[in-house]
């Protein structure tokens, strides 16, 4: 199985910024991608930002320019680097991965963290 570990939410002011990174562990064969997804209260949970194996990114259009994911130390934790937050940001982020393990016979399945609360307040 795999685990995920989330770390570095918090409230902040608008127009500040926030880092937060994410620890995948457990009997992981490959990892393909890694993201970072939020849900805001009443809302579907929503894409914010990926990156896979071979470094390609993809953001949600409303975080371009301002959030930037990347690889940690090993390709086994991500980060997400949030700059020029807005309330609108607030949510829930969840950490994601898509990921084989040692028994999972060369399938991929998805993976997710508890969730970390990110405020940002007027």
């Known amino acids: 199985q795999v685990q995920l570990v989330e770390f570095g939410g918090g409230l902040v002011q608008a127009g500040g910024r926030l880092r937060l990174s994410c620890a995948a562990s457990?009997?992981?064969?490959?990892?393909?991608?890694m993201g970072w997804y939020r849900q805001a209260p009443g809302k579907q949970r929503e894409l914010v930002a990926t990156?896979?194996?071979?470094?390609?990114?993809n953001y949600a259009d409303s975080v371009k320019g301002r959030f930037t994911i990347s690889w940690g130390n090993a390709k086994n934790t991500v980060n997400l680097q949030m700059n020029s937050l807005k309330p609108e940001d607030t949510a829930v982020y969840y950490c994601?991965?898509?990921?084989?393990?040692?028994?999972?016979?060369?399938?991929?399945?998805?993976?997710w963290g508890q969730g970390t609360q990110v405020t940002v307040s007027s």
């Open positions: 994601n991965t898509v990921a084989r393990t040692y028994y999972s016979g060369g399938y991929s399945s998805e993976y």
């Open positions: 457990g009997s992981i064969f490959g990892i393909n991608a």
């Open positions: 990156i896979t194996s071979g470094d390609t990114t």
